[in-house]
Structure formats: C-alpha cells, structure tokens
T-cell receptor
Framework: SAVISQKPSRDICQRGTSLTIQCQVD?????MFWYRQQPGQSLTLIAT?????????ESGFVIDKFPISRPNLTFSTLTVSNMSPEDSSIYLC????????????FGAGSRLTVL | GENVEQHPSTLSVQEGDSAVIKCTYS??????FPWYKQELGKRPQLIID?????GEKKDQRIAVTLNKTAKHFSLHITETQPEDSAVYFC????????????FGTGTRLLVSP
C-alpha cells in the first residue's frame, strides 16, 4: 500500500481565510482522492485529483471553494477557501498503491477548526 | 450515482459475541466492496474486501458476504474483543481501474468486556 503524508495535521483558522493542505505519496499514483469527514460522520468524496488535468468534483463541491492542484504523480494540494465554521472537518487525502495491491489508503487527515 | 446505506448506526455487544453490520448499494455495476475500520482519532484502514466474483471471504475472525442479486453485503465479526471497538465503514465502487469509493454512513461498534 502507498504511504501518504499530510500536513498540517491540524489547524485553527479564522472565518474568511483560506488554508492549503498538502498530500505527499511515497510512490507515483495515477489518481488521488480528497475526502471530507465532518465530526461523527462518514467520508464524503470532494474530488478526484488527476495529474495533468483539472480535478473532477463531486456534486455539492466546486472548484472556487476547494481548488486542487496536482503538479506531479506524488503530490497534491487541497485549498479550503473563504472558510466558515461549517468547513470545520477532517480532510483526508487518499490514493491507490502502485505495488499491485488494489487498496485505497488514507493519509492521517488534516483536522481544521474554523472560528 | 452510487448510494450506500449501512445499518445499524450503533452496535453494542459483549466480548465474545458476534457482530454483524449490513450494507446495501444501488449501482448494479459496482463490483468491489471494501470494509474500513476507523479507531478514534485515526485514519480509516482496510480490514477486508470482496469482489463480485465471490460470495464470501474470510480472514480469521472477520468475514464478508455478498449477495449481488439483492445488492447487499455484510461484515461478520466473531468472538469480538474490546479492541474491535471502532467505527466501521462499508464502501462500494466499480473498480474498473482504481475508482473512487462511495462510503456508507458508518457503524459504531462497542465491545464491552
């Protein structure tokens, strides 16, 4: 399975500001996925980050609010823009390993609290 | 798109009992069904998965069954232990090449000593 590192692990942010979360994978992967997990809730897919093309967003999520970059096959960023308290969540990066095991692996997550 | 429902939302058992968590999915094209365990404050981790070409898969105390006709699959944990206490998520995907997973709503399992 891929090893995925995320940072920051947590942050406290002010309303109206933006924060960028970084995700680094230890091997090249085709697709990376960004999920949101609100407190006590399930995992909701925000978007699929494709290398060399724009991210594919799920219903209810838009690029202006959650811009994503994917400059190469091992790295992606998710920005949460113009934050409000409703954006307080854990944001998780994930990817499938390239070693043959078809397992979606998650990073440890970035816990954002918006005041 | 795919929709995955999961029941129950909470499950309390005594140590040594069995636990069963059930999921249904809507997309008949889905053919990959993993289960993830998430301990408090930790990342979700895969514990077992099943593909549509088999009806059951076992790994020690954990088993998953799949009924493609009815579009439901279940997680079975036998001889539960306190360390099995966690939130369990089922998921589904078409898996035609590293596709996105759609997750169920989660089941909080509490195993009491």
């Amino acid at each position: 399975s891929a090893v995925i590192s995320q940072k920051p692990s947590r942050d406290i942010c002010q309303r109206g500001t933006s924060l960028t979360i970084q995700c680094q994978v230890d091997s090249q992967v085709t697709m990376m996925f960004w999920y949101r997990q609100q407190p006590g809730q399930s995992l909701t897919l925000i978007a699929t980050a494709n290398q060399g093309s724009e991210a594919t967003y799920e219903s209810g999520f838009v690029i202006d609010k959650f811009p994503i970059s994917r400059p190469n096959l091992t790295f992606s960023t998710l920005t949460v823009s113009n934050m409000s308290p409703e954006d307080s969540s854990i944001y998780l990066c994930s990817a499938y390993g390239m070693s043959g095991a078809n397992v979606l692996t998650f990073g440890a997550g970035s816990r954002l609290t918006v005041l | 798109g795919e929709n995955v429902e999961q029941h129950p939302s909470t499950l309390s058992v005594q140590e040594g009992d069995s636990a069963v968590i059930k999921c249904t999915y809507s997309d008949s094209a889905s053919n990959y069904f993993p289960w993830y365990k998430q301990e408090l404050g930790k990342r979700p981790q895969l514990i077992i998965d099943i593909r549509s070409n088999v009806g059951e898969k076992k790994d020690q105390r954990i088993a998953v069954t799949l009924n493609k006709t009815a579009k439901h699959f279940s997680l079975h944990i036998t001889e539960t232990q306190p360390e099995d206490s966690a939130v369990y998520f089922c998921a589904a995907s078409r898996n035609t090449g590293f596709q996105k997973l759609v997750f169920g709503t989660g089941t909080r399992l509490l195993v009491s000593p």
